[in-house]
């Protein structure tokens, strides 16, 4: 007797073990990523561009200098010239090197007017979190930035005129890259689910238990496995030149990206979605069709709302898919930091940008693991919001639990 | 007793049918009377059912069925190349033996069916669902939950739900396979009620392996034997003076 | 092996207490008779106790039959089987009576009967005799054409009886029958028509179980 107990427990104690080094596990990895990420996250580095833009500019002519008060409080780290009416402060970039940060202009400065010595706009204005490298004088030493805001201001202070003001727009930010993730989320999920969908409803509702149908299931299975990287290749073979020939894109665009990443989901859209249909009962179909029905109202008004929560788990498997994605993509847009996005351009998603980072000279770890938090945070939100958003569908139609 | 002859809904000749290489039915021959509640009985697998599914070509839904013979709905061979499947079923309904209702509300249900045919005017809509709810003797213990699930509803009020949502599309024919198999005896008894009310607007064909069932509500009874019709004649004869002794043996549960 | 074994048990017992019940009284319908014959007085008292036992037998038997129904429902044959029997217990019973009647008549009846009369009511008692046991024989063998036996063979007794009565009249005439044997006579014959006409409704039974129609009319 007491032998089966003890199977009992060790059987018992191994399923609790599994349980806890599974959660020990992912607690890990989330903890890791977390914890090497946070310290880099703040709000600009999703709005900022990556690449930041150095300018070397001088006054424009005619500038007043003026006592520009200001009621503002700044804190003692920050550094006000009431001449010049600029406030900065030392801060760390986002790659965390020591830099002089803007904080504040005022409104009448004129550094608002700077003209552009070199190319793009000839006046450009200096804005809030602007990195400024160096101011030259005339006659007296430039101040640099390694040297550190405080002295920078009181340099400033000490001359009334600026030969060449250089400074970079703010940069290393991931904005592009989340703007190109989310088109590639939308346009996958506009291809793959239809399509997805529709070959699904056919297989399961139509097509005849035959060899051939029977054949093209397995095919449809074994594709789910098929690695990333060989679609990456085909879609650099068929897509890329289709879009650049339809569109005009001269490379791996946005749209050839999704078009591939929709051919890798296809597979796993159409198996989720037959599983999910396969689930309805049968009875609800033949209560359809001895109503009258069609064969066709019967599988749009009754069986695809019921297999609807079965298509809502296999798109947030295809977002999540979509997000990862990255070695398809390599080829298929192309790995370039883009901050204007377009369709038709090539451009990176996170999970590249990621790739990108860690490639760089030297791995730029922490920014690495503070993307990574901000994808899962897109994924936490996506999850969220898609089943809300489906709780409300199936309420409407009726389709309740 | 004589029995007046009414008008043939059905009639039903050399019927045989195959589900691939096995013979479920053998040369059936059988009229269903208009108005009149016919019940089959017979043994499990005896090819009941099946013949019950031809009636509204439901069998159409099993890839291997092949059908020979003729079934004639109203004088017409139902199984004419021609024929209107979709309107067919509008004329002939079908209750099941698990009750089948959508997981909608219970105003859907009903409406599904008029919907499907084109129906959309809310006035008419909210009509034919009451009409067919207080036919089906549903309507008072729901008709101030019509936009609650269906599913929230007790197994034989489902079954009367499903009873109505047939009702709801006006047919002619009201085929039921074991409709109150699984209930319990006082919804079944609701249920045999019902019937025995319904059979002055619908000819009734019903399935059940309770025998007691088909002598109380049915006019006429049909014995079904490994897919023959053993014997068929009004239900006091069957019960009281079988011609054959298979019949006698079937419903005195000498064998089953 | 059949199913409802248990059915087919109790009908089994069934039929095998009417079957006890109709040899129990038609052995005391003969032992009546002989009785009667002989003037057997002590045959006649022992007749007349043996009578609550058939009575005892028709409450049991009906018990029987009512149990079968409420608990087994019975359809066709089983139906019509128990029904019938409900129904035929009664003349069973009846004929005991009769026979026990028989008996007490024998007992006012001192010294012999009139010779003259003895041979038709000796007749009578005989064709009676075999009109129940053949009544019996067709309920045991469930068999048509012994029923319809038994129903002609009343023409016969029926016959016997008018020809008794037309006997007794003229020995009344010719002044040579006593007339408390004339009447006594009288009410033994017509105990033997009437246990004729049970045997005759027993029949009628039978063929109702075989066949459901009694006196030709379907019961269903």
């Not at chain 2, 589900?19 to 059988?30: D, F, N, S, V």
């Amino acid at each position: 007797m007491s032998n089966r107990n003890v199977k009992e427990k060790t059987y018992l104690g191994m399923t609790y073990g599994a349980a806890f080094v599974s959660l020990a596990v992912l607690i890990m990895i989330i903890g890791y990523v977390f914890i090497n990420g946070y310290k880099l996250l703040n709000f600009d580095l999703i709005t900022h561009n990556y690449t930041a833009v150095t300018y070397i500019s001088d006054l424009d002519e005619g500038f007043v200098l003026n006592n520009y008060e200001t009621q503002r409080d700044f804190d003692e780290d920050t550094y006000y010239s009431t001449k010049w009416g600029l406030a900065l402060t030392d801060d760390t970039d986002l790659q965390g090197k020591n830099v002089v940060v803007v904080t504040y202009v005022h409104p009448d400065s004129p550094l608002n007017n700077l003209h552009n010595k070199g190319v793009g706009q000839s006046i450009i204005e200096l804005k809030i979190d602007y990195e400024i490298i160096r101011i030259a004088f005339d006659g007296a030493a430039s101040a640099l930035s390694s040297r550190g805001a405080s002295l920078m201001i009181t340099t400033l202070d000490n001359n009334d005129d600026i030969r060449e003001l250089e400074f970079a727009t703010t940069g290393g930010g991931i904005r592009g890259s989340i703007i190109t993730t989310l088109y590639l989320i939308v346009l996958t999920l506009i291809f793959a689910l239809p399509i997805g969908v529709g070959a699904a409803i056919y297989l399961n509702e139509y097509a005849k238990n035959n060899k051939f149908n029977r054949m093209l299931r397995n095919f449809i299975e074994t594709l789910t496995g098929v690695p990333s990287i060989i679609y990456g290749l085909m879609g650099l073979a068929i897509f890329v030149p289709l879009t650049i020939g339809l569109t005009k894109a001269t490379t791996g665009n946005i749209i050839s990206g999704a078009m591939t990443l929709a051919v890798i989901l296809l597979p796993v859209v159409i198996r989720t979605t037959e599983e999910s249909l396969k689930v309805v009962p049968d009875d609800y179909r033949y209560a359809s069709l001895a109503l009258g029905a069609s064969k066709t109202q019967t599988v749009f008004k009754v069986i695809l709302p019921n297999a609807f929560s079965g298509i809502l788990t296999a798109t947030l498997l295809a977002i999540g898919r979509i997000i990862g994605e990255s070695a398809a993509l390599v080829f298929a847009i192309g790995t370039s930091i883009k901050d204007d996005v377009y369709l038709t351009d090539r451009s990176t998603s996170l999970a590249v940008h990621i790739w990108s980072m860690m490639t760089d000279e030297p791995a730029n770890f922490e920014l690495s693991s503070t993307i990574a938090l901000i994808i899962l945070m897109i994924v936490l939100v996506l999850n969220i919001s898609i089943k809300l958003i489906s709780k409300r569908f199936m309420r409407k139609y009726g389709v309740l639990t | 007793m004589t029995t007046i002859e009414n008008k043939k809904t059905f009639e039903i000749k050399n019927l045989d049918l195959f589900y691939g290489e096995t013979q479920a039915l053998k040369q059936i021959e059988i009229p269903i009377y208009e108005k009149e509640v016919t019940a089959l009985i017979g043994p499990s697998g005896c090819g009941k059912s099946t013949f019950l599914r031809t009636l509204n070509r439901m069998n159409d839904l099993v890839e291997s069925c092949k059908i020979t013979g003729d079934v004639k709905y109203h004088n017409e061979n139902i199984y004419a190349p021609q024929m209107d499947i979709i309107g067919l079923r509008t004329q002939v309904g079908m209750v099941f033996q698990k009750p089948n209702p959508f997981p909608m509300s219970i105003y859907e249900n009903i409406a599904y069916g008029p919907k499907c045919q084109g129906m959309k005017n809310k006035q008419e809509l909210n009509q034919i669902v009451e009409e067919s709810l207080k036919k089906a003797a549903l309507w008072d213990e729901v008709k101030n939950r019509l936009k609650e699930s269906a599913l929230s509803l007790s197994g034989g009020q489902q079954q009367r739900l499903c009873i109505a949502r047939t009702i709801a599309m006006k047919p002619e024919v009201i085929l039921m396979d074991e409709p109150t198999s699984a209930l319990d005896p006082v919804a079944t008894a609701k249920i045999e009620d019902l019937i025995v009310d319904l059979k002055k607007d619908y000819t009734i064909v019903i399935v059940t392996h309770n025998m007691q069932q088909a002598a109380r509500i049915s006019d006429k009874t049909a014995f079904f034997l490994m897919g023959e019709i053993i014997e068929f004649g009004d239900t006091n004869f069957i019960f009281s003076t079988p011609k054959h002794k298979q019949t006698e043996n079937y419903i005195t549960g000498r064998f089953g | 092996m059949t199913l409802r074994q248990h059915l087919e048990e109790m009908i089994e017992d069934l039929k095998k207490d009417v079957a006890h019940m109709a040899d129990l009284a038609l052995s005391n319908l003969k032992e009546g008779l002989d009785a009667f014959k002989n003037s057997d007085h002590d045959l006649a008292k022992q007749v007349i106790k043996k009578d609550d036992e058939v009575d005892q037998y028709e409450e049991e038997i009906a018990k029987q039959a009512l149990k079968i129904i409420w608990r087994e429902q019975p359809v066709a044959s089983d139906l019509r089987l128990v029904t019938g029997i409900l129904k035929l217990i009664t003349d069973l019973e009846r004929i005991g009576d009769h026979a026990s009647d028989i008996a007490e008549m024998t007992l006012h009846l001192e010294g012999g009967i009139n010779k003259r009369v003895l041979p038709i009511t000796s007749h009578m008692a005989q064709i009676v005799e075999e009109m129940v046991l053949l009544s019996i024989k067709a309920l045991v063998q469930v068999d048509e054409k012994t029923a319809k036996a038994v129903i002609e063979k009343d023409d016969e007794v029926d016959e016997l009886f008018q020809q008794l009565i037309l006997k007794m009249t003229t020995e009344l005439k010719n002044d040579k029958i006593d007339a408390n044997e004339l009447i006594y006579v009288l009410m033994v014959a017509k105990y033997f028509e009437r246990v004729g006409d049970h045997a005759v409704n027993i029949a009628q039974w039978v063929i109702f179980i075989v066949k459901g129609t009694h006196k030709n009319t379907l019961l269903f």
